[in-house]
């Protein structure tokens, strides 16, 4: 379990989690959102979410730094999804 936990392994989630990212607004900015865009993101987000519980991991910089991070993603990908769920509810 603690090869999970190494810095390797939650630069690699980090990097699925911007994937995600990437998809979802360049699937917004083509006027094409798909909610599966933001499944790597949310997959992230719960593979790494142990750093938040596990306080000896989180008081450590680097691993704070890549909760937050990974958190930031998760807030990136409201707008697109708060946006067009607005849109429908307005034009329906």
Do not use: H
């Not at 593979?47 to 909760?67: A, C, E, G, H, V």
Request: proline letters at 3%; charged letters at 10%; aromatic letters at 18%.
């Amino acid at each position: 379990m603690e090869a999970n936990r190494g810095k390797g392994m939650v630069m690699s989630w980090l990097l699925l989690s911007l994937v995600g990212v990437v998809a979802t607004w360049s699937g917004f900015l083509a006027g094409e959102l798909n909610t599966i865009y933001g499944l790597p993101t949310a997959i992230a987000t719960y593979m790494l979410f142990w750093i938040r519980r596990d306080n000896s991991y989180y008081q450590q910089p680097y691993y704070r730094f890549s909760w937050q991070l990974n958190v930031a993603f998760c807030v990136l990908l409201l707008f697109p999804g708060v946006y067009q769920l607005v849109g429908q509810l307005l034009n329906a």
